[in-house]
Nanobody
Framework: QVQLVESGGGLVQAGGSLRLSCAASGRTFSRFVMGWFRQAPGKEREFVAAVRWSGGSPYYGDSVKGRFTISRDNTKKTVSLQMNNLKPEDTAVYYC???????????????WGQGTQVTVSS
Protein backbone atom coordinates (compact mmCIF):
# COMPACT_ATOMS: atom_id res chain seq x y z
CA GLN A 1 0.00 0.00 0.00
CA VAL A 2 1.01 3.57 -0.67
CA GLN A 3 -0.39 6.58 1.11
CA LEU A 4 -0.23 10.04 -0.45
CA VAL A 5 -1.02 13.36 1.21
CA GLU A 6 -1.07 16.61 -0.75
CA SER A 7 -0.63 20.07 0.73
CA GLY A 8 -0.01 23.63 -0.39
CA GLY A 9 -3.18 24.52 -2.24
CA GLY A 10 -4.96 27.82 -1.78
CA LEU A 11 -6.20 31.01 -3.39
CA VAL A 12 -3.87 33.11 -5.51
CA GLN A 13 -4.24 35.93 -8.01
CA ALA A 14 -3.50 35.42 -11.68
CA GLY A 15 0.22 35.68 -12.33
CA GLY A 16 1.08 34.43 -8.87
CA SER A 17 2.75 31.24 -7.69
CA LEU A 18 1.98 28.27 -5.48
CA ARG A 19 3.97 25.22 -4.48
CA LEU A 20 2.22 21.92 -3.92
CA SER A 21 3.78 19.03 -2.03
CA CYS A 22 2.92 15.35 -1.90
CA ALA A 23 4.22 13.18 0.93
CA ALA A 24 4.39 9.47 0.19
CA SER A 25 4.50 6.70 2.77
CA GLY A 26 4.21 2.96 2.78
CA ARG A 27 5.36 0.83 -0.09
CA THR A 28 7.37 2.90 -2.58
CA PHE A 29 9.78 1.59 -5.22
CA SER A 30 12.34 3.35 -7.33
CA ARG A 31 10.67 2.16 -10.54
CA PHE A 32 7.46 4.03 -9.74
CA VAL A 33 6.38 7.25 -11.40
CA MET A 34 4.99 10.12 -9.38
CA GLY A 35 2.42 12.17 -11.20
CA TRP A 36 0.33 15.27 -10.68
CA PHE A 37 -3.15 15.56 -12.15
CA ARG A 38 -5.92 18.11 -11.83
CA GLN A 39 -9.66 18.16 -12.22
CA ALA A 40 -11.81 21.23 -12.66
CA PRO A 41 -15.58 21.15 -12.05
CA GLY A 42 -17.40 19.50 -14.92
CA LYS A 43 -14.19 18.47 -16.66
CA GLU A 44 -12.20 15.27 -16.96
CA ARG A 45 -9.10 14.66 -14.90
CA GLU A 46 -6.09 16.11 -16.70
CA PHE A 47 -2.44 15.12 -16.63
CA VAL A 48 -0.12 17.84 -15.32
CA ALA A 49 3.36 16.41 -14.78
CA ALA A 50 5.29 13.25 -13.92
CA VAL A 51 8.73 12.25 -12.69
CA ARG A 52 10.38 8.94 -11.86
CA TRP A 53 11.61 8.26 -8.35
CA SER A 54 14.80 6.94 -9.99
CA GLY A 55 15.51 10.18 -11.84
CA GLY A 56 15.52 11.26 -15.45
CA SER A 57 13.71 14.02 -17.24
CA PRO A 58 10.20 14.94 -16.11
CA TYR A 59 7.25 15.13 -18.47
CA TYR A 60 4.61 17.85 -18.60
CA GLY A 61 1.17 18.36 -20.02
CA ASP A 62 1.02 20.91 -22.82
CA SER A 63 -1.06 23.39 -20.83
CA VAL A 64 1.56 23.79 -18.09
CA LYS A 65 4.86 23.53 -19.97
CA GLY A 66 7.18 26.41 -19.13
CA ARG A 67 5.14 27.43 -16.06
CA PHE A 68 5.13 24.38 -13.77
CA THR A 69 8.09 22.39 -12.46
CA ILE A 70 7.91 18.97 -10.82
CA SER A 71 10.67 17.82 -8.49
CA ARG A 72 11.26 14.99 -6.05
CA ASP A 73 13.14 14.42 -2.81
CA ASN A 74 13.84 10.72 -2.45
CA THR A 75 15.12 11.09 1.10
CA LYS A 76 11.94 12.76 2.30
CA LYS A 77 9.72 10.81 -0.13
CA THR A 78 8.09 13.98 -1.32
CA VAL A 79 7.20 15.27 -4.75
CA SER A 80 6.57 18.95 -5.32
CA LEU A 81 4.91 20.97 -8.02
CA GLN A 82 6.06 24.57 -8.36
CA MET A 83 3.41 26.52 -10.23
CA ASN A 84 4.31 29.93 -11.63
CA ASN A 85 2.42 32.46 -13.72
CA LEU A 86 -0.86 30.90 -12.67
CA LYS A 87 -3.96 31.50 -14.76
CA PRO A 88 -7.66 31.29 -13.86
CA GLU A 89 -7.89 28.18 -16.04
CA ASP A 90 -5.45 26.45 -13.67
CA THR A 91 -8.19 26.41 -11.04
CA ALA A 92 -8.84 22.79 -10.08
CA VAL A 93 -8.37 20.13 -7.46
CA TYR A 94 -4.82 18.86 -7.80
CA TYR A 95 -4.00 15.22 -7.09
CA CYS A 96 -0.73 13.38 -6.78
CA UNK A 97 -0.59 9.75 -7.75
CA UNK A 98 1.77 6.78 -8.01
CA UNK A 99 1.87 4.66 -11.13
CA UNK A 100 3.89 3.57 -14.14
CA UNK A 101 3.03 6.04 -16.91
CA UNK A 102 5.27 9.00 -17.64
CA UNK A 103 2.77 10.39 -20.11
CA UNK A 104 -0.17 10.51 -17.76
CA UNK A 105 -2.28 7.50 -18.65
CA UNK A 106 -4.72 7.66 -15.74
CA UNK A 107 -5.46 3.94 -15.80
CA UNK A 108 -1.79 3.23 -15.06
CA UNK A 109 -1.87 5.05 -11.73
CA UNK A 110 -2.78 2.86 -8.79
CA UNK A 111 -2.67 5.16 -5.78
CA TRP A 112 -4.11 8.65 -5.38
CA GLY A 113 -4.06 11.34 -2.77
CA GLN A 114 -7.17 13.11 -1.54
CA GLY A 115 -6.48 16.26 -3.55
CA THR A 116 -5.85 19.89 -2.74
CA GLN A 117 -7.80 22.85 -4.09
CA VAL A 118 -6.06 25.52 -6.15
CA THR A 119 -8.08 28.61 -7.02
CA VAL A 120 -6.69 31.34 -9.27
CA SER A 121 -8.62 34.60 -9.33
CA SER A 122 -8.55 36.97 -12.28
Amino acid sequence: QVQLVESGGGLVQAGGSLRLSCAASGRTFSRFVMGWFRQAPGKEREFVAAVRWSGGSPYYGDSVKGRFTISRDNTKKTVSLQMNNLKPEDTAVYYCAVGSSMVGVIGEYDYWGQGTQVTVSS
